[in-house]
């Protein structure tokens, strides 16, 4: 996939001095009246995209699964009476057909879509010829390919137009996310392709609304490209996803309070001060490489004796020792106990390697 920066429909809306774009609407279409009100709310505050869901894919049957091709008509009413671009959810080759026929603007993919490639396959092949953008939300697993492979099958499918969506993973863990972020994810899809635009779904990685504003804060300080936010008029009555949605108000203080900054430094005196500053980060990494590799020198020996002595290698006394001492010495480093427990998760499990492979004769 090669994406082109000048002509991308997206990379027009953030324009030469980054703006984010702003995608919002209620999570489903359910009266003319709600879906004209919200607009007419957000086109106040110069949302670029107006979303709303048409056909819900419910985890449950007998829930509201949306309202169907009359919703479209309602799109269709603020496309040409609010002039703002509308844009739905579609999952099968008939949703794009009947979006198309309406000339939605936006369309995207959802998360429990995208983890079939024989459903994406089958909508790429409906956009064939087709010139509208197209957004792609990632699988609700953590799967990384799974979620480029759609993105590939829409792109192959003559659509250069294509953004991704972060709207986080499920997780049967208990967790403050609706979604867990796994924020190395979408980091590692911007780095394998550079140019392609990045949007955060803050609303169903939250499920919550106190969390909207700092998962938006968050991605825009990582260089996403856009946010898209569920917003409802009445949201503690909305037929789908009632926790998370804010009103047209609730939506505007949060980006009120959103920090737009810079993507980069615009003063040769700051620059050479960062620069300084990565300088020093370069040696304090360099330090703590080789005392990593003292550490592991160690636990070679420790090996070796053990093996000589015909001893285990975990010593759960030393081990719980280790995850009591090393948090205990970080706060007393102003550090953060939790992160220098999660490395000693991994040195231990590292130095357990190592002192395997010496114990079953490898080396
Ligand atoms: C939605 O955007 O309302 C939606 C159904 O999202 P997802 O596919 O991320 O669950
Ligand atoms: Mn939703």
């Not at 699964?65 to 008509?73: A, H, R």
Request: net charge neutral.
């Amino acid at each position: 996939m090669e994406f082109k920066e000048e002509d991308n429909f997206f990379r027009q809306l953030t324009g030469a001095n980054y703006r984010p774009i702003m995608i919002a609407g209620p999570c489903s279409a359910e009266s003319e009246e709600q879906v004209m009100q919200t607009a007419l709310a957000l086109r106040e505050q110069q949302v670029d995209i107006f979303r709303a869901g048409i056909w819900k894919p419910r985890s449950r049957p007998n829930t509201f699964e949306g309202i169907g091709l009359q919703g479209l008509q309602w799109l269709g009413r603020v496309k040409r009476e609010l002039g703002m671009r509308v844009s739905t959810e579609v999952a099968t080759a008939r949703h794009v057909e009947e979006a198309l026929k309406q000339e939605i603007d936006v369309l995207w993919i959802g998360a429990r879509t995208t983890v079939n490639p024989f459903a994406v396959q089958e909508i790429a092949d409906a956009l064939q010829g087709a010139k509208v953008p197209v957004m792609v939300k990632n699988p609700v697993n953590p799967d990384l390919a799974l979620w480029i492979g759609a993105l590939e099958r829409v792109y192959n499918a003559g659509i250069t137009d294509v953004a991704a969506i972060h709207r986080g993973f499920s997780s049967y863990e208990k967790s403050k996310y609706r979604n867990v972020p796994f924020w190395q994810i979408p980091i590692e899809l911007k780095s394998k392709f550079r140019s392609l635009p990045l949007i955060v779904d803050p609303s169903h990685i939250a499920g919550n609304r106190e969390l909207l504003l700092p998962v938006a804060q968050k991605a825009l300080d990582l260089g996403y490209d856009g946010i898209m936010l569920e917003s409802h008029p009445d949201p503690a009555n909305a037929l789908s996803d009632p926790d998370q949605q804010v009103t047209p108000a609730g939506l505007a203080a949060i980006l009120d309070k959103l920090q737009v900054r810079k993507t980069t430094y615009d003063d040769q005196e700051l620059i050479n001060r960062a620069e300084k500053l990565r300088l020093q980060i370069d040696e304090a990494d360099q330090q703590i490489l080789r005392a990593l590799a003292r550490r592991m020198e160690l636990v070679e020996q420790i090996g070796h004796y053990k093996k000589q002595n015909n001893v285990q290698v975990l010593q759960i006394s030393r081990w719980k020792e280790i995850f009591r001492s090393r948090p205990e010495w970080a706060t007393e480093l102003s550090m953060n106990p939790d992160f220098v427990a999660e490395l000693y998760r991994l040195i231990h499990t590292e130095s357990i390697r190592i002192q395997t492979r010496i114990l079953n004769g490898d080396s």
